[in-house]
């Protein structure tokens, strides 16, 4: 692996900023997830995965802050306190809301993170970022087994009817949340250069690609071995309107 051609355009740095943001979120969000686990009576071999995971986010966020340094980049990342916490509605129980985020964070979205960091990899030739990619593409695909680990040990418990209703229902809006974060127009413009992909970027619409294709591949089957229509909640994702 080699320097990158031309020096890092300020697209590089903006994105690798965020990711500083999205993987200590990411720690965040499943530190609180074990703390449901705990109140709910997990198993301990499940408790302790997630545990490992939030130091693997840790580990991610402070690679992908010294991409940043790296490529320049000096400004601290921006860090949403309101998005470093789990939704707990009060109209439904916490087991509900545990099988929710279950799907939604780990069983949708880290299932996606597979294909696409392996995608960002496979162009990136900056030592620097490779390194970085190499370990979160290493993770990624034990934090995608988690999710559906947690599916399987829910289908052990007396909560198992609950999970297949939650499923069914709220599927489709999380399939929703998933288009609106990675997008569904494979031919949308891109500002990302030849000298961005040697850092790790990749343009929005392959990002769509990869969603689409993680879907078929990926995310159906899962839901099908385990009795969930995931096929039909697809079919029936629901976008959010914009605000």
Do not use: K
Not at 204 to 231: K, M, N, Q, V, W
């Amino acid at each position: 692996m080699t320097s990158a051609a031309a020096p890092p355009s300020e697209r590089v740095r903006v994105e690798w900023r965020a990711r500083i943001a999205a993987e200590y979120g990411s720690a965040a969000l499943t530190q609180h997830f074990v703390l449901w686990l705990l109140q709910v009576g997990a198993s301990p071999d499940l408790i302790d995965d997630g545990l490992a995971i939030v130091a693997d986010e840790l580990v991610h966020s402070q690679l992908s802050a010294e991409v940043y340094a790296a490529a320049g980049g000096t400004a601290p990342p921006a860090l949403d306190r309101r998005a470093l916490a789990l939704p707990r509605r009060a109209e439904v129980s916490l087991e509900q809301d545990l099988i929710t985020a279950a799907l939604q964070v780990f069983c949708l979205n880290e299932t996606v993170a597979v294909p696409l960091f392996s995608h960002l990899r496979a162009g990136t030739t900056v030592e620097v970022a490779r390194s970085a990619l190499d370990r979160i593409l290493r993770d990624e695909v034990r934090h995608r087994d988690f999710g559906w680990t947690c599916l399987d040990w829910l289908a052990t418990t007396p909560l198992a009817e609950l999970t297949r209703a939650v499923a069914d229902a709220e599927l489709p809006r999380l399939f929703g949340n998933l288009v609106d974060s990675y997008g569904d127009d494979p031919d949308v413009p891109t500002d990302i250069t030849d000298d961005d992909r040697t850092w790790g970027l990749a343009p929005a619409g392959e990002y769509a690609r990869i969603l689409a294709a993680s879907i078929e591949r990926d995310h159906l089957p899962r839901f099908a071995t385990r009795g969930i229509d995931g096929a039909a909640s697809w079919a029936a994702r629901i976008r959010e309107p914009a605000r």
